[in-house]
């Protein structure tokens, strides 16, 4: 964990023009959104792997919008001058990265790689989307930043586990050999509006099913748990660190920890439909607890989640009945 970096005058959103990478996907067309909003140029870069257009669609005629169409995992350049690039490009479900574990190490490994190759030749300060994941199934709780993590490496979450362990070391070798300006954001569970509804994550998933009047499907007992944040909250996060004086990594999230069964329960509330749970088997290397300790970035951005799991999903709901 990197404190404050000597020298860093900090970065200022309005106008500058700011390349995000996995833009049609949840987290990054929310970013996108926000940055914006702010008064940044934008430049998204998506491959549509798991991406959505409609993610973006409302945004096909704005003046400070421009898509790019490309695999990051290949050479990609970006005409004119760049102020910042965010690395959000990855499957990031476990249905995704299950089905596609090849393409989840390569964006992680040779897409941050150009990338970072990307920041270094525009003279831009990089942001990495890194994950919880890095963490693994913690023998500590909650889990704070100098925690090394316990992961199986050859599992089948590893593809995904390790490509953003490989990222972080990356950009920190990237940092220490080229003086980059890096952030490194731990990203733990996020929710909201536009997630795919099959995309195979608890909140989606219940609330698909819920609204269908479906027993929702909850792995091995239910006991397990997981810290989950909306998504509004994260970006609010994710901007603090990337226009703050610190490197990371940094763990952003929310610290209410709940149990899948009470997830169950707190998403049929939000439904009004009460189907019940079914349990089903635990997938492997599935992790037991899952909460940040978020601290660092309340120290250092004064920031912390402040939407509750019941409002959120009150708001996700509202949004997928729209849709």
């Not at 989307?129 to 704070?144: L, R």
Request: hydrophobic content about 40%; overall charge negative; charged content about 20%.
């Amino acid at each position: 964990m990197t404190d404050h970096m000597e020298g860093d005058p900090g970065f200022r959103l309005a106008d500058a023009r700011v390349v995000v990478t996995g833009a049609a996907g949840f987290l990054g067309s929310h970013l996108c959104d926000t940055l914006l909003r702010e008064g940044a140029v934008v430049v998204g870069v998506d491959n549509f792997l798991t991406g959505e257009a409609d993610n973006l669609g409302h945004l096909g005629d704005h003046e400070r919008f421009s898509l790019v169409e490309h695999d990051v995992t290949t050479y990609v350049e970006i005409p004119g001058e760049v102020d910042a690039v965010l690395h959000f490009a990855s499957p990031a479900s476990p249905i995704d990265y299950l089905e596609l574990p090849i393409q989840t190490m390569k964006v992680g490994a040779l897409g941050t790689h150009n990338m970072l190759g990307l920041a270094k030749d525009k003279g831009a300060r990089f942001m990495l989307a890194s994950t919880s994941e890095v963490y693994g199934d913690p023998e500590i709780h909650p889990q704070p930043e100098t925690y090394w993590g316990n992961v199986n490496p050859i599992g089948p979450r590893g593809v995904y586990d390790e490509a953003k362990r490989f990222a972080e070391a990356l950009a920190f070798a990237y940092h220490g050999a080229h003086g980059i300006a890096i952030r490194v954001a731990r990203i733990f569970n996020t929710y909201g509006p536009r997630m795919r509804m099959h995309d195979g994550r608890a909140v989606p998933t219940f609330i698909r099913q819920a609204m269908a009047g479906e027993p929702l499907t909850v792995h091995g007992d239910g006991s397990q748990t997981r810290s989950l944040c909306y998504v509004d909250d994260l970006v609010a996060g994710l901007l603090g660190l990337l226009c703050g004086r610190v490197t990371g990594p940094m763990n952003l999230g929310s610290p209410h920890e709940v149990t899948m069964l009470e997830l169950a329960e707190a998403v049929q509330d939000a439904v009004g439909r009460h189907p019940g749970v079914q349990l089903s088997r635990r997938p492997v290397d599935d992790p037991q607890m899952r909460r940040p300790d978020t601290s660092f970035a309340h120290r250092e951005l004064g920031w912390e989640a402040g939407i509750d799991l019941r409002e959120g999903l009150a708001r996700t709901v509202a949004w997928y009945r729209a849709a």
